[in-house]
C-alpha cells in the first residue's frame, strides 16, 4: 500500500511509518523540514520504503499534493503540542491554525486528486467531549463547550468537509498516549524519579489513556477496516482515575506515590492549561470495541508492565 503520513516524524508517527515501512508498504512523509514538493528517500528504510516530501501545511493545496495521487491512505497527525508552551493569547492561536490548516490542506488536495485515498484518518482529542466528571462519554456523546472542545469540533469538521464518496473518513479522538520514550509519560515520571510523585490535584478525575503500541495498531486496523468511519475514540477500554494511575505508575516505577501536587500549585506551573489537568474525561472506545478491535493494554497495570517490565 502507500501510505502518507502528515505529521509522520514524530512521537506517534514515527512508529506509525517504521513498521508501515518493515511491511513493505511505501510511506510518504509529508514535512516541513524540506521546501513544498521536494522529496528525499530515507537511507536504510529499504524499497519503498520511506520518502519524506516537504509541504506548506497554510490551508492550501500546493506542489506536494501530488504525493497524495493513488495513495491507499492519508494519515493526519499535524498539530502543535498542546502542553509544550505556556498558554498564552498567541500559543493558542498556534494550537488552533496548526490543526486547522494542516487538515484544510490535506482535505483541499484531497478532493482536488483524480485517484483519491480510498481512507482519510485524521487526528482529533478526547478534549472533544470537555470535562465530564465520571460520566462515560462513547463517540455519540455530545460535544463541550471549552476551549479545547471546541478545537476539536472544529478540528474534525476540516476533516470532514470531504464530500467525495470513494473517501471513507475517521477521525481518531485520542487519549493520553503512554510510551516512556516520549509523550506525556516523560514528564508525568518525572516527580517519581526524586520520589515525590503522587497525584494531581484531588486524584479523582479521570485520565482516558491508551499504550503506544495499541494505538499504533489501532491506526492501522482502521485504514484496513472499511467500517472504521467516522469518530472512534483511541483510549483503552478501562480509564482510571489520576489517583489510580499515580499509585500504578508508582509500583511500576518502585516509587511511592504519596505526594499530591496541589491545584495551585499546578495551576501556577502551567496557567490555563491547568483545569484540564484537574478535570479530565472518562472516554470509553464503543465503536473499536464493537467493531472487533482488540486491545493488547486494555489496564493501566498491563501497560506499565509493558512499557517498564515486570517488578
Same mark, same amino acid.
Given at each position: ?12 508517527? *514515527?512508529?506509525?511509518?517504521? $513498521? ?24 536504510? %528504510? ?17 506542489? !506536494? ?21 505556556? +498558554?498564552?493569547?498567541? !500559543? ?62 472544529? !478540528? ?52 482516558? +489513556?491508551?499504550?503506544?503500541?495499541? +494505538?499504533?495498531?489501532?491506526?492501522? !486496523?482502521?485504514?484496513? *477496516? ?39 500549585? $499546578? ?11 484537574? %478535570? ?5 472506545p464503543e465503536r473499536p470495541l464493537a467493531l472487533g478491535y482488540h486491545f493488547r493494554y486494555p489496564e493501566i497495570e498491563m501497560a506499565f508492565r509493558g512499557i517498564f517490565g515486570e517488578r
Open positions: 500500500m502507500k501510505i502518507v503520513i502528515a505529521g509522520g516524524t514524530g512521537f506517534l508517527g *514515527t512508529p506509525l511509518a517504521g $513498521i508501515c515501512a518493515e511491511e513493505g508498504h511505501d510511506v510518504r512523509l509529508l514535512t516541513r523540514a524540506l521546501p513544498p514538493g521536494a522529496s528525499r528517500h530515507e537511507a536504510g %528504510t529499504g524499497v519503498p520504503g520511506i520518502t519524506s516530501v516537504g509541504w506548506a501545511p497554510d490551508g492550501r493545496a500546493g506542489a !506536494w499534493a501530488a504525493a497524495l495521487e493513488s495513495a491507499d491512505a492519508v494519515v493526519n497527525l499535524a498539530g502543535a503540542s498542546i502542553a509544550a508552551k505556556r +498558554w498564552t493569547p498567541a !500559543w493558542k492561536a498556534e494550537l488552533r491554525d496548526s490543526r486547522l490548516l494542516a487538515t484544510r490542506s490535506l482535505a483541499t488536495a484531497i478532493e482536488a486528486l483524480d485517484t483519491p485515498p480510498r481512507v482519510f484518518v485524521s487526528m482529533s482529542g478526547v478534549n472533544y467531549y470537555g470535562s465530564s466528571g465520571d460520566e462515560p462519554k462513547g463517540e455519540s456523546s455530545p460535544a463541550g463547550e471549552d476551549f479545547l472542545a471546541q478545537l476539536c469540533r472544529d !478540528w474534525e469538521a476540516e476533516a470532514l468537509r470531504i464530500q467525495r464518496r470513494e473517501v471513507r473518513v475517521a477521525v481518531v479522538r485520542t487519549g493520553i498516549v503512554l510510551e516512556r520514550s516520549g509523550g506525556a509519560l516523560v514528564e508525568l515520571m518525572r516527580p517519581f524519579r526524586f520520589f515525590a510523585g503522587g497525584p494531581l490535584g484531588s486524584g479523582r478525575q479521570y485520565m482516558s +489513556w491508551i499504550h503506544r503500541h495499541d +494505538w499504533v495498531e489501532m491506526i492501522r !486496523w482502521i485504514v484496513n *477496516t472499511p467500517e472504521a468511519a467516522g469518530p472512534l475514540n483511541a483510549t483503552a477500554p478501562h480509564p482510571v482515575t489520576n489517583r489510580h494511575f499515580s499509585r500504578a505508575l508508582g509500583r511500576a516505577m518502585g516509587r511511592p506515590a504519596l505526594v499530591p501536587a496541589p491545584a495551585f500549585a $499546578i495551576r501556577l506551573a502551567v496557567g490555563e492549561f491547568a483545569d484540564y489537568l484537574l %478535570t479530565g474525561q472518562r472516554v470509553v
